[in-house]
T-cell receptor
Framework: DAKTTQPPSMDCAEGRAANLPCNHS???????VYWYRQIHSQGPQYIIH???NNETNEMASLIITEDRKSSTLILPHATLRDTAVYYC??????????FGKGTRLHILP | GAVVSQHPSRVICKSGTSVKIECRSL??????MFWYRQFPKQSLMLMAT?????????EQGVEKDKFLINHASLTLSTLTVTSAHPEDSSFYIC????????????FGPGTRLTVL
């Protein structure tokens, strides 16, 4: 079973920041938080991952709480092309990934 | 990010035939590759873990004699669906684990299999 809990769907206005929450209260010390997204009929796309520090790359920012029991993925300026299912995954670095149901993000024009 | 390709992207076959799907890591070496399948409106389900030069490890409920996996090199893994039936129609997706400190999985674009 997936070790994370995400809202099934969210809406965000185009141009605004999209903040996607994820709960992972049973995360272990050697497990990372990974975020992927899947646009319809495509393979998942890697977005970002982190262990305990906040991370930022050209796609998004990842904010992990101090107790590591939850995190938030931030897409700073959402566009229509960000419409996708976003998966928050907890996994060891070299381990298999088990997908949950993810959050279906709708970007509204 | 690293690139993974799959071939073919789409295949239609008759019931009872076998279909081979290739997964290649184009710009990195993947000692470990994973195979998933995805039914409509569902999430990805892990089928098996493939390590270069050794037998694949299958998830519970996945028939190893039906879904043959070969990982002959650090850049190529193949999935063969043997004696395909309509219920095997699905979206098959592979991923490669990029090592070198990143240990991030990169996914292929998927292969849509339709069995008539």
């Amino acid at each position: 079973d997936a070790k994370t809990t995400q809202p099934p769907s969210m809406d965000c206005a185009e141009g605004r920041a999209a903040n996607l929450p994820c709960n992972h209260s049973t995360i272990s010390g050697n497990e990372y938080v990974y975020w992927y997204r899947q646009i319809h009929s495509q393979g998942p796309q890697y977005i970002i991952h982190g262990l305990k520090n906040n991370e930022t790359n050209e796609m998004a920012s990842l904010i992990i709480t101090e107790d590591r029991k939850s995190s938030t993925l931030i897409l700073p300026h959402a566009t229509l092309r960000d419409t996708a299912v976003y998966y928050c995954i907890v996994s060891r670095r070299d381990d298999k990934i088990i997908f949950g149901k993810g959050t279906r993000l709708h970007i509204l024009p | 990010g690293a690139v993974v390709s799959q071939h073919p992207s789409r295949v239609i076959c008759k019931s009872g035939t076998s279909v081979k799907i290739e997964c290649r890591s184009l710009d990195f070496q993947a000692t470990t590759m994973f195979w998933y399948r995805q039914f409509p409106k569902q999430s990805l389900m892990l089928m098996a873990t493939s390590n270069e030069g050794s037998k694949a490890t299958y998830e519970q409920g996945v028939e190893k004699d039906k879904f043959l996996i070969n990982h002959a090199s650090l850049t190529l893994s193949t999935l063969t669906v043997t004696s395909a039936h309509p219920e095997d129609s699905s979206f098959y997706i592979c991923s490669g684990l990029a090592g070198g400190g990143t240990d991030t999985q990169y996914f292929g674009p998927g292969t849509r299999l339709t069995v008539l």
